[in-house]
């Protein structure tokens, strides 16, 4: 059974509903010095925020933005054959997510919910996650998106066992890496957790072959649909190129990111929701006139969850957005384009972005490019972001083909890295933002 017919299976029998709820019928959330608060004081909160920004279109911006300082846990269990890898993937029925069912990792839950805040059953396969004695292979902290959380970060962490455990349900099943790269570049398959976790760790979990994108076979070559066998040999040979390129000083790039940083205007204050400038508070909702999201409130029935019956605020998008890698050839080496991201919710300021996202603030060279750029992406993906915290937020992935030279002014505004380079960085906490750790892991179907 392939990764996409088992989705359609789960989705088919999957047991979730959500339903709008207005204030009065929520027992659970209630405005609370300023912010939506849960009764138990756990889970997330959502709280306002003013932006002062000088410079940028952010500047005196006043909008909601979830708090949940806990750390979340996603991890995978991973157990190896002769036949390669095999990957112990979940299929997670999450309120906000586009078909509901999207594949994420073994264990993704938060603090609040692997401790039992909920009064539910415990979270599966959370001590095979935790307790020592199974090899601890990839173990570091990754951020939420910065435009909608308050530093918030997720341990992303992969366990390599000795002996295939048990499936705890048919929500859980084992697969292999040519079924998992096959629903990397499928429409709302892959969850943005599931995809964060993928591209920490060590990439050649994968490739059939053991060393990423060295395999020609012509069989791997269809896992994009729209390019030939040839062009997707020719594009995974400058691939595999660009992985073996040796990694420039990393300290140059974390000096250069703190300078950066240093020179950012960006502050942000909390205010209470009920002050926000342009927003008001509704029957069942938050909304502002000026903005493309709001706040707003549901009800969730979910009987094969550790928890079947809850209430929750979620920040439903009300338009699709774009988020862009720029591939491009620096002096006879496949490089991939990262802007310096100044988001809100980022403690440090600034990460590692795409090189263009509809929703963010954009160089403009990138912007310029976007709007006169009429190739197909080579890849491209449409994803429901974080569906445990966002309803319908959806985001399209592409992956474009720099054509042309570019200035040193292009060069100053971010940073062009090999995948070598990628690889280092993505397994380092902080340093890529959610969205472009989701625009790498498109690279990985055809690792």
Not at 51 to 64: D, N, R, V, Y
Not at 103 to 122: C, D, E, F, I, K
Not at 186 to 193: E, Q
Not at 279 to 294: L, V
């Amino acid at each position: 059974m392939s990764v996409s017919d088992w989705l359609s299976l789960r989705r088919s029998q999957t047991r979730l509903s959500v339903q709008p709820l207005s204030w009065n019928e929520n027992q659970e959330w209630s405005l609370v010095e300023g912010a939506l608060r849960h009764e138990s004081r756990g889970f997330f909160s959502i709280c306002g925020v003013g932006i002062k920004a000088e410079g940028t279109s952010l500047h005196g911006c006043q909008f909601p933005m979830i708090d949940q300082p806990e750390i979340g846990m996603l991890a995978f269990l991973i157990h190896m054959t002769d036949e390669g890898p095999r990957w112990l993937l979940q299929a997670k029925a999450e309120p906000g997510n586009v078909n509901l069912v999207q594949v994420g990792p073994t264990v993704q839950a938060t603090r609040s919910n692997y401790m039992r805040l909920h009064g539910g059953s415990p979270t599966r396969y959370l001590e095979e996650v935790t307790v020592e004695g199974h090899l601890l292979l990839t173990n570091i902290d990754q951020s939420e998106q910065g435009s909608r959380f308050l530093n918030k970060y997720n341990s992303n962490v992969v366990r390599v066992l000795d002996r295939p455990v048990d499936i705890a349900s048919d929500n859980w099943r084992w697969f292999g890496v040519a079924d998992i790269k096959q629903a990397l570049v499928s429409d709302f398959a892959v969850n943005t957790d599931a995809r964060s976790v993928m591209v920490s760790t060590d990439w050649s979990l994968l490739s059939d072959c053991g060393t990423p994108f060295l395999s020609d076979r012509s069989d791997e070559s269809q896992c994009v649909a729209h390019l030939d066998a040839d062009h997707c040999t020719d594009l995974r040979r400058h691939l595999r190129t660009s992985y073996q390129q040796d990694v420039s000083d990393k300290t140059q790039h974390l000096e250069t990111i703190k300078a950066v940083s240093e020179r950012t205007s960006l502050c942000l204050k909390r205010i209470p929701l009920q002050s926000m400038t342009g927003w008001n508070i509704e029957e069942n909702g938050i909304r502002s006139r000026h903005f493309d999201f709001e706040v707003g409130n549901y009800g969730v029935q979910a009987s094969d969850r550790e928890c079947e019956t809850w209430c929750q605020p979620l920040i439903r998008g009300l338009k699709s957005h774009r988020s862009i890698l720029i591939l491009g050839d620096q002096d006879g080496v496949l490089k991939a384009f990262f802007r310096f991201s100044e988001e809100p919710g980022f403690e440090n300021s600034i990460q590692l972005g795409p090189s263009f996202q509809s929703d963010a603030l954009n160089v403009d060279w990138a912007q310029t490019w976007v709007n006169e750029q009429e190739s197909s992406p080579l890849i491209s993906v449409n994803q429901s972001d974080e569906g445990g915290r966002f309803m319908d937020s959806i985001m399209r992935y592409e992956v474009h083909m720099l054509r042309d030279s570019v200035s040193e002014e292009i060069d100053r505004q971010g940073l062009w890295l090999s995948l070598a380079e990628i690889q280092e960085y993505c397994s380092t906490s902080g340093m890529m933002t959610n969205e472009a750790r989701s625009l790498v892991s498109l690279l990985l179907a055809f690792a």
